[in-house]
Structures are given as structure tokens and as C-alpha cells.
């Protein structure tokens, strides 16, 4: 595994430390919360690839929404997201995030989690195996070695347009903008 | 020569200290039937946790937390490890008490700047339980003073590596048990985790601290944890005449509590201090009341 | 047991039905204006654990039928063991256009939130609760969700899938 080769950790060690210490905000968002305690106890052990979960957003750089998001979830999901520092990653597990999945007619739930915060990588399933989530934390490593896993620069782009899909969803919003939006045109 | 002790010694504090908290990990791991991450691991967190770019509340929000990151270096230097110790003409054990609560109040300046109403729950538990151990803390520390007729710790080791540990020194034994009894509380381990509780309070003081400061906590942490088996080893097991030894003994004092604190659960914070006021009070004032029998 | 209640409810009030369609179970039909005195009646004797109250759409007949479920708690003496068996549903129906009805809060203070939930997903407006705010939904609707009538896939078009994604807005620039 490169996690021991020296002259990548001396190359680039700030890569390096953000592939082999991704901290989970425990965030317990749907019904596939039930998948995540198996993985982080003793059968499938997720401390052994430096994936732990954190209290706080504050301290944390991974966030895993797992199954459906209701429209009164998703303003906690943009708070937490928000507050977190960069660069921070984000999974959607299950395939409700993807496109609606199982509730994909309901009155209640969105549908496309990637028009209101950007979003790394998928896992489809409903609920994945808790393998699914070490196959995705080792694709995540292999994003991050490439550059490719840039969610929070797109998130500070575009911001704009984000906020604009999350005001058009919710109507007003009762937190300022995050990054200073331009005049319109 | 002394300048270089000067710098040689908090190094080397803080390479044990991250050697001890990946090794908490690891042998935690182990305990729990599963593999555990590498040693390392703390320091790829450390890492990870300079190169972000986090949120600041304001002036004191960064400067509490550098100021028990600055106590606590300080610390290293009064303490002996095997025969490098920089300041020791510099009064010892008295500075000793007084260094050691500089570590807390840093983080409650810190604290208060952040308005999360879990951080000052978990400062109060931290202050509170600080109150707690210092209590039997004081006595047992003016037992060994009185016994050795001496506040300078280097002069303690020496006197000990002549005759033997103070552990084995008949009279003290009473308040050799006292200070294992609240050894747990001085570390923050169970059952005395009580300020940083992830479950309870979202990890008490350290609720906001992001990227680099939550790096800065974790030295923090790492030093904290090096000063309270430090003391202990050189206070009652005799410190030792080369690093080698001190840090083979540390070791082993460490990974007892190690074994202590993976199997108990976590007190409440007036339970702990109903504990620490009662039997290890009364055990290091019956010590302190025979030592003062025998000096006469 | 059962028969004896079934008795002293005809005997009390007119217009009501009682049917028993199982043993241990009651099913009481009520015009709307009795469904408070019917409940306090009941309350007083024994049957003091309201369960669910629940609502059923009838679009064919426009009306909105209302259920109440309840039943006793236990008690410490023998005599009590059939009482505490029974579940006892009681039905009204009102009108779909004009959905208005009484709380039973001064009765069972525990119907809060259950009217509170009817109010949001059916539409009926219950006098005398003193807290009628949105309980799970963040956004307005129209017609009440839960009505038969509500066409949920157009209105996930309309509300959901006109938002646009992000990246094809930022190559639309």
C-alpha cells in the first residue's frame, strides 16, 4: 500500500494526509445510517484506512449522506456542510441521493443531491454492504491523488447558482451567504 | 551544552507524546479484536489538520489555545527525563503545581470566545474535575517534599536512585496508592474521560477548534499526557540516570492505564469528584499524617 | 362486557351505531355533533388511553372520516381484565369542502399532536387547539398532501425538477 512508500509522503505530504485520515462527521441523515456502526466496530474495522467518526463539523473533512433527504433535512445538511473546513469531501450512499431512488415521486424528499450541495462520489445500492463504503474510500483516494476530487472549489465557483436552487427550494434563507455573491447582471 | 537541552528536551517530549497517543490507538484496537490504524496515524491527522483552512471566532479564540500549548512546553523543561533537565535550580515542584493549570485555563480563554454552549459545558467539567485532583494531588505532593526534606525534583530522582522508589519506601506506600488512584483523572482517561465526551457534549472544549487549531489541541493533548506519567514516574518510580529507561518505564505505566481505560465506562462529573474528595483524600492524608509522625 | 357498554350507549344517545365486529373490539359511528360527548363518556368509563386518531379520505362521497382509537389502561384489582382487552374505534364523517371541526384537546390532551398532524396532511381546521403550526413540512401546499386528489407527480415536476442542475447553468453562461 503507497501509505508506506517515503518519497510520496516527502513529495507530497499534504496529499498524502488527506487520503489516510478522512474524518467522518456522524451525521445520521436516512435509514442508511444503519450501515455505518458495522463499519466503524470491530467486524469491519474502517479505523485501519484513518476513517473515524467526529462529533463535530468543525473537525471533520467527510461527509456521508446516507438514504433519503427530506426537504427539512436538507437545510441541516447545508448548515453542517457549510461549516466545515476546507477541503472536504462528500459521498452520497444509497440511491436516494442519486436520483431520488425509492422516493422518487414523494412530495417530500429531493431528488438530485447534486443541485443543492456538489457532491464527490456515488455509491448505488439500497442499503450497499458496508464494503461499499471501504471500495468508496479507496476510489476517494485515488480522486484525491488525481486532483479530481474538487467539490469544495466547485461549491466556492459556483456558489451562485447554489444558493439560487437552495433559495428556489426553500424561499428565503435564514443564514447569510457563505462566499460574497457578485452584483447580478 | 544547556542550550541544546534546552531544545533536545520538548522535542523529544513531543515525539513520545505522539508515539503514545498512536499507541493508544493501536492497543485499544487490539483489545477490541480488530486491527486498528498504523502507529503513525496521529501524525498523518496532524497533518491533515495544518493544511486545512479553518474558521476563527476572534483574537482570543487563537490565542487560549496557543497559550496552553505554550504552558505546557514550558512544563518539559522542569521536568527530568533520566539526567536532561534544563531548568532544574529553577524551584522545582512548586512551579510544577503552578504550570500545570495553564493548560486548562488556556482552553477556557479559548473557550469562551466560541459561542457553543457544549464547549462551556465541557470547560466547566474540565475545571471541575482539575479541582478534584488537585486536592489529594497537593497532599501527596507535600508528603514527598516533606519526606526528602527538598522541592527540587532533580534532587527527589537522585535521593531515589540512591535508596530506592519511593513506591517501595515503606511510609510512602500510602501515598504512592493515592496517586495511582487519581492517575486516571490527571491523563483524561476512562473512567475519568469526562471533558472529552464525543457522545455527551460533541468533544467538550474542542467542539469548534478546526484545522489548525484542533492540530494544536492535539500536541496539546500529546504533551499533557507525557507531563502526567512524567511526574508520576519520577515522583514515585525512581526516574532513572539515562532517557532510555525513564521512557521504558513510562511506557509500561502507560499501557496499564491503557488496560484501565479499556475496560471501565465513563463517570459523571459529580461522581468522579465525590470519588476523588473521599478515598484518595483520606489515603494521602493518612499517608501525609504518618510521614509527619515519623519525622518527628 | 361488550354488550353491556353497547347498551348503555343506545340508551344514552340516539344516533348511534354500534357494531362488534370481533370479539375485543368496538366499532362506535357517531354523527359529528356527538363525537365530544360520546368521548367523555367513554373517558368516564374507563377508557381513558386515546391511541390514534387518524383520518380517511372518501372521495367518491366527499366527506373526511375521522378515527379515534381507544383504550383502558390497566388497573391494580382482577375485575377490570375484559375492559382492558377492548380497543374501541369511534368514526365521524364531515364534509370534504368545508373541513372544520372540534378539538378534543379539553378531553385528551394527548390529541395534540396527532390533530395537529391531520391539519397539516388533510386540511381540517380544529377549533379550540391552541398550536396548529406545521409539524413536518417545510413548504406550502395547495391541496393538503394527503388528499386523494393532490397529483404528487406533477407536483414533483413542477417544484423538484424545474430546478436546474449546476453544471449545465454554468455552461448555459
Redesign the interface.
Same mark, same amino acid.
Request: aromatic content about 14%; charged content about 20%; proline content about 10%.
Given at each position: 500500500m503507497d501509505r508506506n512508500q517515503l518519497t510520496k509522503w516527502l513529495k507530497t505530504p499534504v496529499k498524502m494526509g488527506h487520503k489516510y485520515s478522512l474524518h467522518a462527521v456522524y451525521f445520521c441523515t436516512g435509514c442508511g445510517i444503519i450501515e455505518v456502526p458495522p463499519v466503524i466496530t470491530a467486524r469491519w474495522d474502517a479505523e485501519r484506512f484513518g476513517v473515524i467518526p467526529v462529533a463535530t463539523p468543525r473537525q471533520a473533512n467527510l461527509f456521508l449522506i446516507t438514504g433519503y433527504v427530506s426537504v427539512k433535512t436538507l437545510k441541516a445538511i447545508i448548515r453542517t456542510y457549510e461549516q466545515m473546513p476546507e477541503p472536504k469531501f462528500t459521498v452520497g450512499f444509497g440511491s436516494c441521493p442519486v436520483n431520488g431512488g425509492m422516493y422518487w415521486d414523494s412530495y417530500n424528499t429531493i431528488k438530485h443531491l447534486d443541485k443543492y450541495i456538489p457532491v464527490d462520489g456515488w455509491i448505488a445500492g439500497c442499503m450497499p454492504r458496508p464494503e461499499a463504503i471501504f471500495v468508496a474510500v479507496v476510489h476517494l483516494w485515488t480522486l484525491i491523488d488525481k486532483d479530481m476530487a474538487d467539490g469544495y472549489k466547485r461549491y466556492r465557483k459556483d456558489y451562485k447558482a447554489y444558493r439560487a436552487n437552495q433559495e428556489q427550494l426553500f424561499g428565503t434563507l435564514e443564514w447569510p451567504p457563505l462566499f460574497p455573491i457578485g452584483e447580478s447582471k | 551544552m544547556h542550550v541544546v537541552e534546552i531544545i533536545v528536551s520538548p522535542l523529544l517530549a513531543l515525539i513520545i507524546g505522539i508515539f503514545f497517543l498512536g499507541l493508544s490507538?493501536k492497543i485499544m484496537?487490539r483489545i477490541?479484536?480488530?486491527?486498528?490504524?498504523?502507529i503513525t496515524?496521529p501524525v498523518?491527522?496532524v497533518?491533515?489538520l495544518f493544511? +486545512?483552512?479553518?474558521?476563527s471566532h476572534g483574537m482570543m479564540f487563537n490565542l487560549g489555545i496557543i497559550l496552553s500549548l505554550a504552558g505546557s512546553f514550558v512544563l518539559i523543561l522542569f521536568l527530568p527525563m533520566g539526567n536532561i533537565c534544563p531548568l532544574s535550580n529553577s524551584g522545582g515542584m512548586l512551579v510544577i503545581l503552578y504550570v500545570m493549570l495553564l493548560a486548562p485555563l488556556g482552553i477556557a480563554l479559548s473557550g469562551g470566545e466560541a459561542a457553543n454552549p457544549n464547549v462551556s459545558i465541557g470547560i466547566s467539567r474540565k475545571l471541575i474535575i482539575a479541582l478534584g485532583y488537585e486536592v489529594p494531588l497537593l497532599l501527596v505532593l507535600l508528603t514527598i517534599m516533606t519526606r526528602y526534606h527538598t522541592i527540587s525534583i532533580v534532587e527527589i530522582v537522585r535521593i531515589q536512585q540512591n535508596t530506592t522508589w519511593a513506591l517501595l519506601d515503606l511510609p510512602l506506600l500510602l501515598s504512592g496508592i493515592a496517586y495511582i488512584l487519581i492517575l486516571p483523572a490527571i491523563l483524561g482517561v476512562r473512567p475519568f474521560e469526562i471533558v472529552q465526551a464525543? +457522545?455527551e457534549i460533541?468533544?467538550g472544549p474542542?467542539?469548534?477548534?478546526?484545522?489548525p487549531f484542533?492540530a494544536l489541541a492535539t500536541i496539546q493533548h500529546a504533551l499533557s499526557l507525557f507531563i502526567g506519567i512524567a511526574l508520576f514516574v519520577n515522583l514515585f518510580l525512581g526516574g532513572a540516570g539515562n532517557p532510555f529507561t525513564f521512557f521504558l518505564k513510562m511506557l509500561v505505566v502507560f499501557i496499564l492505564v491503557l488496560f484501565i481505560n479499556a475496560a471501565l465506562p465513563r463517570l459523571r462529573v459529580e461522581q468522579a469528584v465525590k470519588y476523588l474528595w473521599r478515598w484518595p483524600t483520606l489515603i494521602s492524608l493518612a499517608g501525609m499524617i504518618i510521614i509527619l509522625i515519623i519525622r518527628r | 362486557m361488550n354488550d353491556s357498554l353497547k347498551e348503555q350507549l343506545t340508551s344514552v344517545f340516539t344516533d348511534v351505531k354500534v357494531f362488534i365486529p370481533e370479539e375485543d373490539r368496538i366499532v362506535i359511528t357517531v354523527e359529528k355533533e356527538a363525537v365530544l360527548s360520546v368521548l367523555s363518556f367513554l373517558k368516564n368509563h374507563g377508557y381513558s388511553h386515546l391511541g390514534l386518531i387518524s383520518c380517511v379520505d372518501w372521495i367518491e362521497e366527499k366527506k373526511l372520516e375521522l378515527v379515534y382509537i381507544l383504550s383502558a389502561y390497566m388497573q391494580e384489582d382482577e375485575s377490570y381484565h375484559d375492559k382492558e382487552r377492548t380497543t374501541i374505534i369511534l368514526k365521524t364523517k364531515i364534509s370534504r369542502e368545508k373541513s372544520e371541526f372540534l378539538s378534543v384537546t379539553p378531553i385528551f390532551v394527548n390529541a395534540e399532536p396527532y390533530e395537529r398532524e391531520i391539519h397539516e396532511l388533510y386540511g381540517i381546521h380544529f377549533d379550540g387547539h391552541n398550536r396548529l403550526t406545521p409539524l413536518f413540512l417545510e413548504r406550502k401546499y395547495e391541496t393538503p398532501p394527503f388528499r386523494k386528489d393532490f397529483d404528487t407527480r406533477k407536483y414533483v415536476q413542477d417544484v423538484f425538477d424545474n430546478i436546474p442542475f449546476v453544471e449545465k447553468k454554468a455552461e448555459n453562461k
Open positions: - | 490507538r484496537a477490541h479484536w480488530r486491527y486498528g490504524p498504523p496515524q498523518i491527522d497533518i491533515r493544511s +486545512q483552512k479553518a474558521f464525543p +457522545q460533541s468533544s474542542m467542539a469548534e477548534y478546526g484545522g484542533l | -
